[in-house]
């Protein structure tokens, strides 16, 4: 199944018309709070959630709880945290191989904000 057809389908159980634009991205808002950003690339998708900004006064603790919970993702398979320089922003992302269908992407969208959900409280 195509990339832009597996959006379609997840935007179909979100209720929400859901696109990708030229960069082969969709933004979407969920709770109006949550922005994920999915990326497609040739095979895979990227889910990205922003789950702090970097403040210098900040970065040596928030850098450091960042190591702790990749730590705990790499041994649960469930992603990780990574500093994005340019926006000073520490990002959670997560990719999914090769999805086949709709409840596949739906499904792995409900574990990435359920997990960001935790994270982020850590953060805030």
């Not at 030229?22 to 950003?37: A, E, F, I, K, T």
């Not at 992302?93 to 969208?109: K, S």
Request: charged content about 25%; proline content about 2%; some cysteine.
């Amino acid at each position: 199944m195509n990339h832009e057809l597996l959006l379609s389908r997840l935007g179909e159980k979100l209720g929400l018309p859901l696109v990708f634009d030229q960069s082969n991205q969709c933004m979407l808002l969920l709770d109006d709070c949550l922005m994920v950003s999915i990326l497609a690339d040739e095979q895979d998708w990227l889910f990205n959630c922003m789950l702090t900004k970097v403040e210098p006064e900040s970065e040596h603790r928030i850098l450091k709880e960042a190591m702790r919970f990749n730590h705990i993702l790499s041994h649960t398979g469930s992603g990780h945290i990574y500093f994005e320089e340019n926006g000073r922003a520490l990002l959670y992302q997560v990719r999914v191989e090769n999805p086949q269908d709709g409840d596949e992407i739906f499904d792995q969208l409900t574990e990435v904000v359920n997990q960001y959900e935790k994270i982020h409280s850590d953060f805030h």
